[in-house]
């Protein structure tokens, strides 16, 4: 018998240390987002500011009829737009990833708080 009450007077407290653990790893989760989201509109300031050099340098090279170092310059300016495509599907993704992660957040408080 005094099993059976102890369980049922456990069994809440349980599931509530279940639930903020949940809370707490999706807390993690949406501050490892923000992070990578930071990280990545870093990486495309970097990479729109080479785009605007490498530009510059081809226009350059062109005017001054260096064949050579247009070409180079041009391939660069292809590598670096190539990156900055790449970074800017990379924040897409982890700015679902936040949304995302943010909803459970909600959703697990809105279940912690009915307990």
Same mark, same amino acid.
């Given at each position: 018998?005094? &099993?059976?009450?102890?369980?049922?007077?456990?069994?809440?407290?349980?599931? &509530? &240390?279940?639930?903020?653990? &949940?809370?707490?790893?999706?807390?993690?989760?949406?501050? /490892?987002?923000?992070?990578?989201?930071?990280?990545?509109?870093? !990486?495309?300031? /970097?990479?729109?500011?080479?785009?605007?050099? !490498?530009?510059?340098?081809?226009?350059?090279?062109?005017?001054?009829?260096?064949?050579?170092?247009?070409?180079?310059?041009?391939?660069?300016?292809?590598?670096?737009?190539?990156?900055?495509?790449?970074?800017?599907?990379?924040?897409?993704?982890?700015?679902?990833?936040?949304?995302?992660?943010?909803?459970?957040? /909600?959703? !697990?408080?809105?279940?912690?708080?009915?307990?």
């Amino acid at each position: 018998m005094f &099993a059976v009450l102890a369980l049922v007077v456990s069994a809440p407290r349980v599931l &509530a &240390a279940q639930g903020s653990s &949940a809370v707490k790893q999706d807390r993690k989760e949406v501050r /490892h987002d923000r992070r990578e989201l930071r990280g990545d509109r870093r !990486d495309i300031r /970097h990479d729109t500011r080479d785009i605007r050099q !490498d530009r510059r340098d081809v226009r350059q090279d062109v005017r001054n009829g260096d064949t050579t170092d247009a070409r180079r310059d041009a391939r660069d300016l292809r590598q670096d737009r190539r990156d900055r495509r790449r970074d800017v599907r990379d924040a897409r993704r982890d700015r679902r990833d936040l949304r995302q992660d943010r909803r459970d957040v /909600h959703q !697990d408080q809105k279940k912690n708080s009915t307990r």
